[in-house]
């Protein structure tokens, strides 16, 4: 059985001021702007005029998104939404993350005296030549942070193979701070190193039954009128141990070559589900210093209940967890973080007779 157990950052059933506010307003804590799905979750979005009793509810909105942060399945709160783990550059509430961040900067290799500044969804793509073959390379970073560097347009231009005059251009259109120096123009808070790649994985939502309204927007619109008397959707543990394990060496690989880090963070429950049904433990790599892989995992406090300020249950528990990506044969005992893409075992076979045993073939070869 499943339930929702937040919506737009607070308890379902919490009459805290904020909670209630937020609700009216349709808006995230974490962000401090309008709910937008989780940047996961778009097409979740709510007509209201096919659903009268719920634009009550939220009037002057012709579409609402569906503002769930979290799940409740066998008593333990699933996070479905990553602005729930980490809003970094936001304009929203930081105390409410002030664990999480404070955690990301210290294992993250980060100076908060050099200032970090943050770009979200960024991507990066090239190819290159080898051996004749075209490689590519395309990726897309929830967030890298970097520190500020002082470079000349000059420079600029040489990096990015573009002009001088539209070097100046996009620096004053993207908020960087240009001076003139001896007849020179400069770009006072370039990117620079340290940098630190941030990437956020929570768990995906099931598709939902829509005769038992589990859809995860039918979900909501009972929640929000219904409280407690609502069925939720599954999990996806799957889809989401893939899309990690598919990206986990890659990304880690990518901050080290760039001369930083890449930090993954992600809920302690599926931190678990991931050590269970893979051959990574990570509970082999408990560190205080990073290494090449490095994963941030939090959770809820084992009550589940609220902060009395804020409204909002608190992310406090915290491990950190690192390794190598992978370990020679100088290391037999020990495992590398390339084990994700590792089954934890393998079945006997008459596991598979006994599967094939038990519905019919859908026809033969000739």
Not at 123 to 130: L, M
Not at 194 to 221: L, Y
Not at 223 to 235: F, S, T, V
Not at 328 to 339: H, I, N, T
Request: proline letters at 5%; aromatic letters at 8%.
């Amino acid at each position: 059985m499943s339930k929702i157990f937040e919506v737009f950052g607070f308890p379902l059933e919490s009459n805290h001021p904020d909670a209630i506010s937020h609700r009216e307003q349709a808006k995230c804590p974490f962000s401090g702007i309008d709910c937008d799905g989780g940047g996961n979750r778009y097409l979740s979005a709510l007509q209201l005029e096919a659903h009268p009793e719920l634009a009550k509810r939220f009037p002057d909105r012709n579409r609402l998104q569906v503002g769930v942060c979290s799940l409740l399945i066998r008593d333990k709160p699933w996070i479905v939404c990553p602005r729930r783990l980490l809003v970094l550059g936001s304009s929203g509430q930081i105390e409410l993350q002030k664990t999480v961040r404070g955690q990301l900067v210290k294992h993250g290799g980060l100076s908060l005296a050099q200032g970090c500044r943050v770009w979200s969804e960024v991507k990066v793509k090239t190819s290159t030549q080898s051996a004749g073959e075209k490689i590519t390379f395309d990726y897309t970073f929830d967030y890298v942070v970097a520190s500020s560097c002082r470079k000349s347009i000059s420079e600029v231009a040489e990096m990015t193979g573009m002009s001088e005059n539209v070097c100046e251009r996009l620096a004053g259109e993207n908020q960087f701070t240009l001076a003139r120096r001896d007849g020179r123009v400069w770009i006072d808070d370039f990117p620079g190193d340290p940098i630190a790649i941030v990437e956020i994985m929570t768990c995906s939502t099931s598709g939902g039954n829509k005769e038992k309204r589990t859809q995860i927007g039918m979900a909501f619109e009972d929640a929000i009128l219904k409280g407690k008397d609502h069925e939720g959707p599954g999990i996806n543990y799957r889809q989401v141990w893939a899309r990690m394990a598919s990206q986990l060496v890659a990304k880690s690989q990518i901050g080290l070559a760039w001369g930083g880090r890449t930090v993954w963070i992600l809920q302690d429950v599926l931190a678990d589900y991931i050590s269970k049904s893979t051959r990574l433990d990570l509970h082999q790599y408990l560190s205080e210093t990073a290494d090449e892989v490095n994963v941030l995992v939090f959770g809820y406090e084992e009550s589940l209940l609220p902060d009395q300020a804020s409204g909002v249950v608190l992310l406090e528990n915290f491990q950190f967890f690192s390794g190598p990506i992978s370990v020679g044969s100088e290391s037999p005992g020990r495992d590398g973080f390339v084990d994700i893409i590792k089954v934890g075992f393998v079945p006997p076979k008459e596991l598979l007779w006994r599967s094939l045993f038990r519905k019919p073939p859908c026809g033969a070869i000739q």
